[in-house]
């Protein structure tokens, strides 16, 4: 089983970036495909972006595309989401999650999860 540990939320002003770190430990962590996901405030945790560990091939919501970018260390066994350009709505709790087989932006197909990482965007 992988566990999953995000750092790297905040407080930022509009415009601003912010970079998340999500670090992968277990066993087999490079079988998994890993995906960020955030939650606002009375809101249902949706999908911002997903990609295999070992091949990189990503995928994006369209509401951070252009503006969010993940990435993974392999020597690290660390996901990354750099996100600029970042905007009051991107407000929320995110989280990191993995899950095997193929791409998903459903959150109940993800069976690992970090405890989340608040990020705050002031306008």
């Known amino acids: 089983q992988v566990q999953l540990l995000e750092s790297g939320g905040g407080l930022v002003q509009a415009g601003g970036s912010l970079r998340l770190s999500c670090a992968a430990s277990g066993r087999n962590v490079s079988d998994y495909r890993m995906g960020w996901f955030r939650q606002a405030p009375g809101k249902d945790r949706e999908f911002v972006a997903t990609?295999?560990?070992?091949?990189?091939?990503?995928y994006y919501a369209n509401s951070v595309k252009g503006r969010f970018t993940i990435t993974r260390d392999n020597a690290e066994n660390a996901v990354y989401l750099q996100m600029n350009s970042l905007k009051p709505e991107d407000t929320g709790a995110y989280y990191c999650?993995?899950?095997?087989?193929?791409?998903?932006?459903?959150?109940?197909?993800?069976?690992?999860w970090g405890q989340g990482t608040q990020v705050t965007v002031s306008s």
């Open positions: 999650a993995a899950k095997q087989g193929g791409p998903s932006i459903r959150s109940y197909e993800y069976d690992v």
């Open positions: 990609m295999y560990w070992s091949v990189g091939t990503t």
